[in-house]
Nanobody, 127 residues
Framework: QLHVVDSGGSLVQPGGSLRLSCAAS????????IGWFRQAPGKEREGISC????????NYADSVKGRFAISRDNAKNMVYLQMNNLKPEDTAVYYC????????????????????WGQGTQVTVSS
């Protein structure tokens, strides 16, 4: 049974930073591409970043490009999303997801492609 666990969400002030983590249980995360998604109340789930299984390629949504950075440490079976210069509009539940998908500058942010999802972690950006 593939089990993904996302964590690290919190309340943070505008301009602040957070690092989200994505861990795997029961499988080797390094075999899969990982995507990060978010969903704000009343809005559709948005793909914000992905990384290939090797970490050689990444993709970012325009809304987070230059502020967020995805990385992975396959030796630790972990993927991270470093979020800097956070804005109130970044407030959402954040999810990581794993699957064998293509992640490059044009692909990998479609939530329909991913089968294995974390439970979500709340990020609130507010003063």
């Amino acid at each position: 049974q593939l089990h993904v666990v996302d964590s690290g969400g919190s309340l943070v002030q505008p301009g602040g930073s957070l690092r989200l983590s994505c861990a795997a249980s029961g499988f080797t995360l390094g075999y899969y591409a990982i995507g990060w998604f978010r969903q704000a109340p009343g809005k559709e789930r948005e793909g914000i970043s992905c990384i290939t299984n090797s970490g050689s390629r990444t993709n970012y949504a325009d809304s987070v490009k230059g502020r967020f950075a995805i990385s992975r440490d396959n030796a630790k079976n972990m993927v991270y999303l470093q979020m800097n210069n956070l804005k109130p509009e970044d407030t959402a539940v954040y999810y990581c997801a794993a699957d064998n998908v293509v992640c490059d500058e044009r692909h990998g942010l479609e939530y329909e492609l991913y089968d294995y999802w974390g439970q979500g972690t709340q990020v609130t950006v507010s003063s």
